[in-house]
């Protein structure tokens, strides 16, 4: 290895994009026209948009080269066994079924295993997982560690999932239990992973109770490298070979590839069960497409087959993490308090301790959110009480956590506008005390956070 310590981007930039400068007086009256919801901004009027990491990477040139290669035929494709290929070689999962993005294949595997009154177990469900668990009259609970529950507390593994309560629940109400699940990273928690031991001992007690195992698998590469910097005997690994023996704990999952499949739609289902598989084709035929394209095009299918292989190369994971943990560094260093240590795809801001003259149901997150768009264009995204708040019988709770997430895009930004970002965020930090909350005047009963409008307070 050379002497230097600086990691820099493992790529060179053959197209650009360019960012739109706007005033500070035109986007107030911009977010005021969104219902200050950032949600209903137009893109444009963003300068660094971090909202989410979800199908905003950057594509290599090797994937555009890829698309090239799309087989377009409607059963059967080349690119479809290429994908098949590639997803098998990674998971080792029987059946692979492709879907449209990840929520596809959260709604056709609930909607085909779940029955009304049962219990989903996880570290955290993700909105979209969480709702669609919902959908079908059943219940998304949460059991992340007690340390994952505390933004300020340092721990490696904060995505674990409470093995003691998974045990507890599957032997007192196991018989409304029909899978398991494990989200790596744990978005909702922080982007925060889980150790393959925690994913040995879920192994361990789904065998023991006769349950299967799936993992939301969004961010798994990410959450490869952090078992290998973080857990015992593992640093000698490749990040595949983690991510395959992660794969192999589990009977199942459910995938987003726009986040790492490095592509910017996509997703897929897979499993080893053939009954459940078989019912899932039917589905996926209802409301995706076949089998063979699930809701996507040929050149989708070879995009993401390119980028699963680009997702584990250790001069792309070493950079992603870092460059993540650079923001958390350095706006932690001005005293902002966020989620520690830093998420893979994305740090959060823990809107509810910067903001304690704000209670959590006038929204500090709105709050925060709304100030970092004013001040700087910059766009992020909340989770917290209006994205978990809103109970299915209509009652309202300010949720575990107010946080604000900035998710960083797939090799889209370069360390300046991550300097830039942290700026902004340092500023807003500064100006903590002139910000207020937040109502809603209005917003569906479910899934609120992405169309409700709200109207600052005072
Ligand atoms: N599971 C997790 C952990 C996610 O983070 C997401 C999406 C999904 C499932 C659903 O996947 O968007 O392809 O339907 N998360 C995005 C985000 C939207 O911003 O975190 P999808």
Known sequence: MHPFHTIIEPFRIKSVEALRFTTRDERIATLARADHNVFKLAADAVLVDLLTDSGTGAMSSAQWGALMQGDESYAGSRSFFRFESAVRDLTGFRHIIPTHQGR??????????????????????????????????????????????????????????????LE?????????????????TNNSGGGQPVSLANLRG??????????PFFLDACRFAENAWFIRQREAGQAGRSPR??????????????????????????????????????ACRTLLILTEGFPTYGGLAGYDLEAIARGLEEVVEESYLRYRIRSTEYLADKVRAAGVPIVQPAGGHAVYLDAR??????????????????????????????????M????????????PLDLVRLAIP??????????YVAEVVIHVAGMRGQLRGYRITSAPRVLRHFTASFEPLG
């Open 104 to 165: 596809a294949a959260e709604r056709i595997l609930f909607h085909t295993v779940l029955h009304p009154g049962d219990i989903v177990p996880n570290n955290t469900h993700f909105d979209t997982t969480r709702a669609n668990v919902e959908a079908e009259q059943a219940e998304a609970r949460d059991l992340v560690i007690e340390e994952g529950r505390q933004p300020g507390v340092i721990h490696p593994f904060k995505g674990n999932i409470d093995l003691a309560a």
């Open 168 to 184: 507890a629940l599957l032997e007192t109400e196991g018989d409304r239990v029909p899978l398991v699940m494990v989200t790596v």
């Open 202 to 211: 879920v192994r361990a007690l789904c065998d023991r109770y006769g349950k």
């Open 241 to 278: 070979d983690i991510a395959r023996e992660m794969f192999s704990l589990a009977d199942g999952c459910t995938m987003s590839a726009k986040k790492d499949g490095l592509a910017n739609i996509g997703g897929f289902l897979a499993m080893n069960r053939d009954a459940w598989a078989e």
């Open 353 to 386: 301790a910067l903001l304690p003259h704000i209670p959590p149901l006038e929204y500090p997150g709105i709050a925060l959110l709304n100030a970092l768009y004013v001040e700087g264009g910059v766009r992020g995204v909340e989770i917290g009480t209006v």
């Open 388 to 399: 978990f708040g809103l109970h299915p019988d209509g009652s309202e709770a300010a949720a």
């Open 410 to 419: 797939r090799r889209v930004y370069t360390q300046s506008h991550i300097d």
